[in-house]
């Protein structure tokens, strides 16, 4: 399966805890992007990276939230000192950018439960 | 600010009733349209990319189309198995992130 890849598929966790969640992308994609939904909603945007480098953050993204992208490849998000509100899918996308061609797809997600 | 809105919320269709979802964006430059297909509990599929008005995309029974402020998605004839949500996005001029509309729900009866 060359598809993007998100694990954990679900995470339960006590509130103030910390999480992290993993997402490989597919092979050779230079673009990385995480979003969050929640029930009914659309994804809603939280950073993305060209190949290393961290390019944009939400300016709704808490301080909480930290994200990474070691050598291009594979990308963690961790949120620090869980709280209620943070219960949510957490969707993973990559994309090959160019011109010509700026589409992104999609992991199944990691769906968080913060009690 | 880029913004998606997309319409109805919700629609309700007989198998083989054909309608259309309405996806209405602003936009600073579009660099992309995109239309998914989500199931519950799963991540975005995509379904097509359109760039410039005029353009149209067609897999099985969704055709997409585009105009300088909206697009649209035809289902023609659907089956109780194109029930999902439907979502619009789009990339601006500065080529970073997609921004996601709400979705519409879409549920086929048999």
């Known amino acids: 399966d060359t598809g993007v890849s998100q694990d954990p598929r679900h995470k339960i966790t006590k509130r103030g805890q910390n999480v992290t969640f993993r997402c490989d992308p597919i092979s050779e994609h230079n673009r990385l992007y995480w979003y969050r939904q929640t029930l009914g909603q659309g994804p809603e945007f939280l950073t993305y990276f060209q190949n290393e480098a961290q390019l944009e953050k939400s300016r709704l993204l808490s301080d909480r939230f930290s994200a990474e992208r070691p050598k291009g490849s594979f990308s963690t998000l961790e949120i620090q000192r869980t709280e209620q509100g943070d219960s949510a899918m957490y969707l993973c996308?990559?994309?090959?950018?160019?011109?010509?061609?700026?589409?992104?797809?999609f992991g199944q997600g990691t769906r968080l439960t913060v009690v | 600010e880029d913004q998606v809105t997309q319409s109805p919320e919700a629609l309700r269709l007989q198998e083989g009733e054909s309608s259309s979802l309405n996806c209405s964006y602003t936009?600073?430059?579009?660099?992309?349209l995109f239309w998914y297909r989500q199931d519950p509990g799963k991540g975005p599929e995509f379904l097509f990319t359109?760039?410039?008005a005029g353009e149209e995309k067609e897999k099985e029974r969704l055709k997409a189309t585009l105009t300088k402020k909206e697009s649209f998605l035809h289902i023609t004839a659907p089956k109780p198995e194109d029930s999902a949500t439907y979502l619009c996005?789009?990339?601006?001029?500065?080529?970073?992130?997609?921004?996601f509309g709400s979705g519409t729900r879409l549920s086929i009866r048999p």
């Open positions: 996005a789009v990339r601006d001029s500065s080529a970073s992130k997609i921004i």
């Open positions: 996308a990559s994309s090959y950018y160019t011109e010509m061609n700026t589409e992104a797809f």
């Open positions: 936009v600073s430059g579009l660099r992309g």
């Open positions: 359109l760039y410039s």
